[in-house]
């Protein structure tokens, strides 16, 4: 399989697989194991903290070919604002062609708009990673390059902007009605929007973590990757309140990319503290 192939994997916009970095901390946990009580505001989510996803890659005869995952690491600060650090890593490839690519996002956890994505990629002639850090009060994305020691910025093309994986964990909050389809005007580059959402069917397929009934959604983002409209992508979501990604397929030029869902670790959820009565005792 050649590089290109695998970079394009997990990329929502063209932009190549980016960096996880050390699991972030989790959120303070006073309730049970599946839910974190937290002192700010949330947004009802089908996802939390701990949550994690593997896969198995495969790609056209050459069968499994590496392996990735999803993993909510915990809530982080993001300038003061309490944000998921949402982590993928995949790893694999065929001799002289490995790679071992990540990124990360951190997400909102009450208004679901993406603060910062880091990248850092891997492979065969190209080693890169960089910082983005999405600034609606300045109406601008800015970029770090810490590879070349450079830094860039440019208009954010939304006040509530998503990035590569931001942008799937906000699709799983949708009600991913069959026959709908969502046109968002939400990547953070102009370029990009706007990004549609179209719910396709509703289908039973069947991964190594078991089989699942499953809702199939095409996304297609105006940019080169996975999810143009060239590559008729299909993302497979549990048909349930979890909306877990369980598999998902891309055509390329010379082959067909697959991901099956191996195993599934739930996470907690993020609940409000109760306010506290006053103390009216003497």
């Known amino acids: ?47 939390g903290p701990g949550e994690k996803l593997e896969y198995r890659i495969t790609y056209g005869i050459l069968g499994g070919v590496g392996s990735g995952s999803l993993l909510i690491a915990g809530v982080d600060s993001i300038r003061g604002m309490p944000a998921y650090n949402i982590q993928f890593r995949m790893k694999g490839g065929i001799p002289l062609a490995r790679v071992d690519d990540s990124m990360q996002s951190w997400l909102d956890v009450q208004r679901l708009q993406s603060h910062r994505f880091e990248q850092d990629i891997d492979e065969p002639g190209m080693d890169r990673h960089r910082i983005i850090d999405f600034l609606p009060e300045q109406s601008l994305w800015r970029q770090v390059n810490l590879t070349k020691g450079t830094e860039d910025e440019g208009p954010l093309a939304t006040d509530a902007p998503l990035d590569d994986i931001s ?15 969502y046109t968002l ?22 991964v190594p973590a078991g089989k699942f009934d499953a809702i199939v959604v095409q996304p297609i983002i105006k940019t080169k990757g996975m999810f143009s409209e060239g590559g008729e992508a299909e993302v497979y979501f549990t048909d349930d309140e979890r909306r877990l990604v ?37």
């Open 185 to 206: 005007n939400r990547y953070y580059k102009n370029d990009g929007n706007p990004v549609t959402v179209k719910v396709l069917r509703r289908e039973t397929v069947e």
């Open 246 to 282: 369980v598999y998902m397929k891309t055509k390329l030029s010379i082959g067909t990319l697959k991901l099956h869902m191996t195993a599934y670790s739930p996470g907690g959820r993020l609940v409000p503290m109760p306010a506290q009565p006053n103390d009216t005792s003497k």
């Open 167 to 181: 942008f799937l964990y906000y699709v799983r909050t949708l009600p991913l009605e069959v026959g709908q389809t």
């Open 1 to 47: 399989m050649n590089r290109v192939s695998v970079r394009t994997l997990f990329s929502l916009g063209g932009i190549a697989l980016a960096a996880a970095l050390a699991a972030a901390p989790a959120a303070a946990q006073t309730g049970s194991a599946l839910d974190q009580w937290v002192r700010y505001p949330v947004t009802p989510v089908p996802f």
